[in-house]
């Protein structure tokens, strides 16, 4: 039985989707526990020099996929998640909150059309954003804006 390079198998991983560091490490460490951290490291290091491991187009992407669905705080968990360094969350941040009222009420709009009728109705609303990762200030914002129209 023939086993896969560790390089090779993270470069089938990386021309599937990008992964952060910590992603492809932990998948590496699960495939092969008999590699030492050391050689894995060794490794990640030299993809992230040769630009084919970037932390930074990870959160690109995930920012660009998830925008269209989630809040603010979704999107962070979820980098979190994936183990990307705070200073880069922090980073995306500026741009997240410039497009989030935006964004919570297109999905707000997708899925209702119309302003709650009765508290009953509001709470279900607010519930269901919240669900995708928006704030209360977010919301009352979205609710704001509909009330206007």
Known sequence: MTTEPLETRALRYLAQREYSRAELERK???FSPASPRLEISVLLDGLEQRGLLSDQRVVEQVIQ???RKFGNQ??????KQKGIDEHLI?????????TELAAAYDIWKKK?????????????????????G???????QVFSH???E
């Not at 979704?74 to 980098?79: A, K, W």
């Open 134 to 140: 928006f704030s209360m200030s977010v919301i009352n």
């Open 28 to 30: 590496l460490i699960s």
């Open 74 to 79: 979704r999107i962070v968990h979820e980098l």
């Open 90 to 98: 922090k980073d995306a941040l500026p741009d997240l909150k410039e």
């Open 65 to 67: 996929i998830r925008r």
């Open 146 to 148: 509909t009330d206007q």
């Open 112 to 132: 209702f059309q119309t302003s709650p009728v009765n508290v009953k109705e509001r709470s279900r609303q607010i519930r269901f954003l919240m669900s995708r």
